[in-house]
């Protein structure tokens, strides 16, 4: 595709069920990013993924967030248990090879969740 | 550690005016530099980005922004406001020095309102 896609759009869940989102980043884009959005904390890094390197996991905000991505394109964040504090909207990012510092990178639509 | 202060929550200015929204940063060795905007409901677009040389930037949709070390900001402008220029703009920073850092760090994103 043209744009990095998340799905879905929008989740509602249940305090204590987990959940899974999805990105597919810009085709031939091997650097791949989560952040949170939430309306305290505002734009917060989650996880960065760089090729077959290990993940930089330094912004998981507790063991109940997990990241995969596979085939070193499409990558999955699960939150486990879900807490009321987990809504939020989390955002996928992509860059070309995430090795240059001034790397731009370029930003889905977003999956909105609500933890109710 | 780096972080980014834009200090003002929202900026207000009629269609037709010239506009800034504010950005300053910190880091502990040089930056680069970034603006985001953020349309309801959408992801982050990519506007510009400072990484070298020349300290007058030009991005998309006509907006520019000035790299200022001594006052360590990134001002974003655009000589002539358009009402579809309402949206969320984001600020951001990446350490040229902290090459074990990949994300960005986010300003708390300022509200750009155009009256027509």
């Known amino acids: 595709g043209a744009g990095v896609s998340q799905s879905p759009s929008n989740k509602v869940t249940e305090k204590g069920k987990d959940v899974e989102l999805r990105c597919d980043p810009i085709?031939?884009?091997?650097?791949l990013y989560w952040y949170r959005q939430s309306l305290g904390q505002g734009l917060e890094f989650l996880i960065y993924?760089?090729?077959?390197?290990?993940?930089?996991k330094s912004g998981l905000p507790s063991d109940r967030f997990s990241a995969e991505r596979t085939g070193g394109s499409v990558s999955t964040l699960t939150i486990q248990r879900t807490q009321q504090e987990d809504s939020a909207v989390y955002l996928c990012?992509?860059?070309?090879?995430?090795?240059?510092?001034?790397?731009?990178?370029?930003f889905g639509p977003g999956t909105r969740l609500l933890v109710l | 550690a780096q972080s980014v202060a834009q200090p003002e929550d929202q900026v207000n200015v009629a269609e037709g005016n010239p506009l800034t929204v504010k950005c300053t940063y910190s880091?502990?060795?040089?930056?680069?530099l970034f603006w985001y905007v953020q349309y309801p409901n959408r992801g982050l677009q990519f506007l510009l980005k400072?990484?070298?040389?020349?300290?007058l930037v030009k991005g998309s949709y006509g907006f520019e922004a000035e790299f200022n070390k001594s006052q360590t900001s990134f001002h974003l402008k655009k000589p002539s406001a358009l009402v579809s220029d309402s949206a969320l703009y984001f600020c951001?920073?990446?350490?040229?020095?902290?090459?074990?850092?990949?994300?960005?760090?986010f300003g708390s994103g300022t509200r750009l309102q155009v009256q027509p």
């Open positions: 400072y990484i070298t040389g020349d300290n």
């Open positions: 990012a992509s860059s070309l090879n995430g090795v240059g510092q001034g790397e731009t990178q370029y």
């Open positions: 085709s031939g884009h091997t650097a």
């Open positions: 951001a920073v990446r350490d040229i020095v902290d090459t074990g850092r990949r994300a960005l760090t």
């Open positions: 880091v502990s060795g040089n930056p680069y």
């Open positions: 993924f760089q090729g077959n390197s290990a993940p930089d």
